[in-house]
């Protein structure tokens, strides 16, 4: 079941479609911001929150602008932002980075509007929607419950200290979820992340799953783990 919300994701001056949402069952008392990858839109995200969805938690899942992305030879397609390249070694597109990670600081604050604490609100998101997600839980000054990062690296990462963030989520509880087969995404980035990861944050808090025989993309007992995760983190307060 998806509907829409009042609030859009902008940026570049343009607008993209209004996020998929999967409504609460009963009052919404938490919620989690699902970003999809490059390409996608996150309606598909959204059926698949459903099926894992627990009664008092709002799943919202936005859509990227269309862009022409570099690695891509410039097609346009839905994209939080440019990639121009897949090694650890690529430029990386820092102003398009920083201006998406603005976005869904934005979209946290309107459901903090909303009447949900940011602390009761999960980040969530595969491949590139992923990346901007961790960058974001690491930038901003607005206290998260957790982040699922699946089949994702972690953008910009020369910019963060060597030791701990000061931020207020060193404490953020992350689950990183990677195909041992992934091709456009290789394990091996999965796994360098959670080690930057663990000198930025509580490396207590820093769990990374592996699944043997995926690929990049989901599968159902990654899905199990997510919605443990999320009802561990995000249980009812009612």
Same mark, same amino acid.
């Given at each position: ?12 001056? #343009? $607008?993209?479609? @209004?996020?998929?949402?999967? +409504? ?13 990858? @490059? ?14 969805? %627990? ?6 899942? +936005?859509?990227?602008?269309?862009? +022409?992305?570099? /690695?891509? #030879?410039?097609?346009? #397609? ?8 897949? %090694?650890?070694? $690529?430029h990386e597109d820092e102003t ?26 999960? @980040? ?6 992923? &990346? /901007? %997600?961790?960058?974001? $839980? ?10 699922? &990062?699946? $089949?994702?690296? /972690?953008?910009?990462? &020369? ?29 091996m980035f999965g796994s360098l992340t959670a ?12 769990? @990374?799953?592996?699944?043997?025989? #995926? ?24």
């Open positions: 079941m998806c509907g829409q919300s009042s609030w859009c994701m902008c940026h570049n001056n #343009m $607008s993209a479609p @209004l996020p998929a949402i999967v +409504p609460a069952i009963r009052k919404a008392t938490a919620a989690v911001i699902f970003l999809h990858g @490059l390409g996608d839109t996150g309606h598909g995200w959204a059926e698949d929150l459903a099926g894992i969805r %627990s009664a008092h938690i709002k799943y919202i899942c +936005p859509h990227a602008l269309v862009m +022409p992305v570099t /690695l891509n #030879m410039d097609v346009a #397609m839905p994209s939080w932002f440019d990639i121009i390249g897949l %090694s650890p070694d $690529s398009g980075i920083k201006q998406a990670a603005e976005s869904v600081k934005a979209l946290i604050g309107q459901e903090v509007k909303n009447g949900i604490p940011s602390n009761r609100i999960i @980040l969530g998101e595969f491949s590139q929607g992923g &990346a /901007l %997600s961790l960058y974001t $839980s690491l930038t901003t000054q607005q206290k998260l419950a957790g982040v699922t &990062a699946l $089949s994702c690296w /972690l953008p910009l990462w &020369a910019s963060f200290p060597r030791g701990p963030i000061s931020g207020v989520n060193r404490d953020i509880s992350i689950l990183q979820c990677h195909g041992v087969l992934d091709p456009l995404v290789p394990l080690e930057r990861l663990k000198t930025l944050v509580n490396l207590a808090n820093v769990t @990374l799953k592996t699944y043997g025989g #995926m690929i990049h993309s989901s599968c159902q007992q990654e899905m199990m783990d997510i919605k443990q995760f999320i009802d561990e983190l995000l249980t009812p307060v009612d």
